[in-house]
């Protein structure tokens, strides 16, 4: 049962353009969003997150906004830098209970230049 | 992330030998947290831990795994008689407080071959 998905497993963005990362989830007990940036034979790096009470969160390049009524989430860059190249893995967790985070399958973004 | 240690960074073990993880996490956390992470998939929660104590094991495989955080030294994520199933990442995580909502650091990771 995935809760967390990621459908589009890669995508290829133009230097300088604005990169669109898409997520949806299934479980509406889920109220804190998180995501995470993985470079290959590195641990996961906290990017941005942002919680149900909002619906956009900006840091510098980074803008994630969560549609609550769809159960979607998407990580905007913008511009988009060859630094960014990276897995994008897109996490959701519940308040309530041990709070573990749930990821989904992530999205590689590659940033050509 | 670097604060948060993990060793070793490779294992190669052959089937039906034992694998142990260890995790270090930032320096005065007290939370640990395992994930696995499969060829091409995300990650997945395994077991969540604070000194001394398991909190949620509801990720860890029935049999065969098993983890420890002692109250000195590096939490330890156990594999008895390996498999070539269990070949995979396997990431801790280390929360600013006891749970995931806030930032979180991720150790490099155990790549774990199981040949």
């Known amino acids: 049962d995935q809760q967390v998905k990621q459908n589009s497993p890669s995508l290829s963005v133009q230097e300088g353009r604005i990169s669109i990362l898409n997520c949806d989830y299934t479980n509406s007990m889920f109220d804190y969003f998180l995501w995470y940036k993985k470079y290959p034979a590195e641990g996961p790096t906290f990017l941005i997150s942002i919680s149900s009470i909002k619906d956009k969160n900006e840091d510098g390049r980074f803008t994630v906004f969560l549609n609550k009524s769809a159960k979607h989430l998407s990580l905007h860059i913008v511009p988009s830098q060859p630094g960014d190249s990276a897995v994008y893995f897109c996490?959701?967790?519940?308040?309530?209970?041990?709070?573990?985070?749930?990821f989904g399958q992530g999205t590689r973004l590659t940033i050509n230049p | 992330n670097a604060g948060v240690m993990q060793n070793p960074r490779h294992l190669v073990r052959r089937r039906g030998q034992e694998a142990r993880l260890r995790c270090s996490p930032m320096k005065g956390h007290s939370h640990v947290y395992w994930y696995r992470q499969l060829p091409e998939e995300g990650l997945k929660f395994m077991v969540y831990?604070?000194?001394?104590?398991?909190?949620?094991e509801s990720g860890m495989p029935k049999e065969r795994f098993s983890a420890e955080f002692p109250k000195e030294g590096p939490s330890i994520l156990r594999i008895q008689q390996v498999v070539r199933g269990d070949s995979a990442a396997y990431f801790c995580?280390?929360?600013?407080?006891?749970?995931?909502?806030?930032?979180?650091?991720f150790g490099q990771g155990t790549r774990l071959t199981v040949v």
């Open positions: 996490a959701a967790s519940a308040l309530q209970g041990a709070q573990k985070l749930v």
């Open positions: 831990l604070q000194k001394e104590n398991i909190i949620d």
């Open positions: 995580a280390s929360p600013r407080t006891g749970n995931m909502n806030t930032e979180a650091f």
